[in-house]
């Protein structure tokens, strides 16, 4: 198997049970499947995960904190080197909860806020106090030395709230700002209220807004066109984002199921009736996605479809093909290819420096970036400075910062 399209990162829905009820599900989460892998089969997938070099796997749900094997599953994980993060809607994290996370390896936790104002988050989660207990979750993952990644699904009703949730997430220390583009599926097919042009207004906003928050990362989810943004306007941030479905990215289902993206209903192949790694080398539909030559409409003819690749979920829920143009995009093709000048050197500080990101799918999106980055603006050597300006939040914070220094 070709090394570019290892199971890099995998997200693992690993129950529909949830004690929330988001409208924009896009797994229509609620009640608990009848048919949920369990234990022994999870722990058998990590297993293989391990052998086809899977480095980051996200646990998430439903909630995840409903599964009662939800430790022993991250034990598994991070005893066989994984970055484990899990993503949680916070309401049943307590001190007690983190400190679990922290004994069984868990790096990180993505923890869901779509709003500032506690009544106008508590209605739309379906929670009447998921904007507290989610804001207390924020603060207790710090306490124990936990990553904290603030996720925000955009929407017409917070719009206008995005900087102002862009400082508060910093102000709470965390490591990562993602925004989500919604993506139809799910509950949320009928919830995309956001034009394309507004989607690139956003987009912009957020491209400009990264050197401002160092070290915390300012990334879109969902809206891979950020990337073509930021090389426009000569801006760093190219070493995020970018279309992984079906790549170096998955998505398996409380039942099993494998599809290349979890917002994307595709299915690969289901791991009872077939092991993970026979779908993830063999199975048609990711076979397809792996081949840019076969994307159709402007992002079939787009310059910057190996940068970005559009968004091949949202191209699925509004077509029904994953392979066409994603429609959030307002960019049309020129038909010339980028100027990339000359060939591009690294200094030995920082061949150094890159070596030293513990993972290598994101060492290698960086070095694609900062390489891309450094041909932009015609740099013929990356040196500290150049990945210093070409990336967006290089400076990480707490533990990811430290083994970055140490090499370890």
Same mark, same amino acid.
């Given at each position: 198997?070709?090394?570019?399209?290892?199971?890099?990162?995998?997200?693992?829905?690993?129950?529909?049970?949830?004690?929330?009820?988001?409208?924009?599900?896009?797994?229509?989460?609620?009640?608990?499947?009848?048919?949920?892998?369990?234990?022994?089969?999870?722990?058998?997938?990590?297993?293989?995960?391990?052998?086809?070099?899977?480095?980051?796997?996200?646990?998430?749900?439903?909630?995840?904190?409903?599964?009662?094997?939800?430790?022993?599953?991250?034990?598994?994980?991070?005893?066989?080197?994984?970055?484990?993060?899990?993503?949680?809607?916070?309401?049943?994290?307590?001190?007690? =909860?983190?400190?679990?996370?922290?004994?069984?390896?868990?790096?990180?936790?993505?923890?869901?806020?779509?709003?500032?104002?506690?009544?106008?988050?508590?209605? #739309?989660?379906?929670?009447?106090?998921?904007?507290?207990?989610?804001?207390?979750?924020?603060?207790?993952?710090?306490?124990?030395?936990?990553?904290?990644? =603030?996720?925000?699904?955009?929407?017409?009703?917070?719009?206008?709230?995005?900087?102002?949730?862009?400082? #508060?997430?910093?102000?709470?220390?965390?490591?990562?700002?993602?925004?989500?583009?919604?993506?139809?599926?799910?509950?949320?097919?009928?919830?995309?209220?956001?034009?394309?042009?507004?989607?690139?207004?956003?987009?912009?906003?957020?491209?400009?807004?990264?050197?401002?928050?160092?070290?915390?990362?300012?990334?879109?989810?969902?809206?891979?066109?950020?990337?073509?943004?930021?090389?426009?306007?000569?801006?760093?941030?190219?070493?995020?984002?970018?279309?992984?479905?079906?790549?170096?990215?998955?998505?398996?289902?409380?039942?099993?199921?494998?599809?290349?993206?979890?917002?994307?209903?595709?299915?690969?192949?289901?791991?009872?009736?077939?092991?993970?790694?026979?779908?993830?080398?063999?199975?048609?539909?990711?076979?397809?996605?792996?081949?840019?030559?076969?994307?159709?409409?402007?992002?079939?003819?787009?310059?910057?479809?190996?940068?970005?690749?559009?968004?091949?979920?949202?191209?699925?829920?509004?077509?029904?093909?994953?392979?066409?143009?994603?429609?959030?995009?307002?960019?049309?093709?020129?038909?010339?290819?980028?100027?990339?000048?000359?060939? =591009?050197?690294?200094?030995?500080?920082?061949?150094?420096?890159?070596?030293?990101?513990?993972?290598? #799918?994101?060492?290698?999106?960086?070095?694609?970036?900062?390489?891309?980055?450094?041909?932009?603006?015609?740099?013929?050597?990356?040196?500290?400075?150049?990945?210093?300006?070409?990336?967006?939040?290089?400076?990480?914070?707490? =533990?990811?910062?430290?083994?970055?220094?140490?090499?370890?």
């Amino acid at each position: 198997m070709e090394s570019e399209h290892r199971p890099a990162l995998i997200s693992w829905n690993l129950t529909r049970k949830c004690n929330l009820r988001c409208p924009h599900c896009y797994l229509d989460a609620g009640r608990k499947a009848e048919n949920e892998l369990t234990t022994a089969e999870c722990l058998g997938l990590i297993d293989e995960f391990h052998a086809l070099g899977t480095e980051m796997l996200i646990l998430t749900g439903g909630e995840p904190l409903l599964r009662r094997d939800i430790y022993d599953i991250a034990q598994a994980a991070s005893g066989r080197g994984m970055w484990v993060v899990m993503g949680t809607n916070g309401v049943l994290i307590t001190d007690a =909860v983190a400190q679990k996370m922290v004994e069984c390896g868990v790096k990180g936790v993505g923890i869901s806020l779509d709003s500032l104002d506690p009544a106008k988050h508590n209605s #739309f989660r379906g929670g009447p106090n998921a904007w507290e207990y989610s804001v207390r979750a924020l603060d207790i993952c710090r306490a124990h030395g936990l990553q904290v990644l =603030v996720q925000t699904t955009v929407m017409a009703m917070n719009q206008q709230e995005i900087p102002r949730m862009i400082d #508060f997430a910093r102000e709470k220390g965390a490591w990562s700002f993602n925004l989500y583009f919604l993506v139809q599926t799910g509950r949320g097919q009928e919830m995309n209220d956001l034009s394309a042009g507004q989607t690139e207004e956003i987009l912009s906003d957020l491209v400009e807004a990264q050197d401002s928050y160092r070290p915390m990362l300012v990334r879109s989810k969902c809206a891979p066109h950020f990337k073509r943004i930021a090389y426009e306007r000569g801006l760093g941030g190219l070493e995020s984002g970018g279309c992984m479905a079906g790549t170096e990215y998955g998505r398996i289902t409380p039942e099993g199921d494998v599809t290349p993206c979890p917002y994307m209903t595709a299915v690969a192949g289901n791991v009872r009736q077939q092991s993970f790694g026979d779908i993830w080398q063999t199975s048609p539909v990711l076979q397809q996605l792996r081949d840019l030559k076969q994307l159709k409409g402007r992002c079939g003819a787009c310059e910057f479809n190996q940068l970005c690749g559009g968004c091949r979920c949202r191209a699925y829920a509004a077509y029904g093909d994953y392979l066409q143009e994603d429609p959030a995009c307002t960019y049309r093709p020129t038909g010339r290819p980028l100027h990339l000048v000359g060939e =591009v050197r690294w200094s030995e500080e920082a061949r150094t420096r890159l070596e030293r990101i513990p993972l290598a #799918f994101i060492r290698e999106k960086v070095k694609r970036g900062l390489e891309t980055y450094a041909q932009r603006h015609a740099i013929s050597l990356i040196t500290p400075e150049v990945m210093k300006t070409g990336m967006a939040g290089m400076e990480r914070p707490d =533990v990811f910062k430290k083994r970055l220094e140490s090499g370890d």
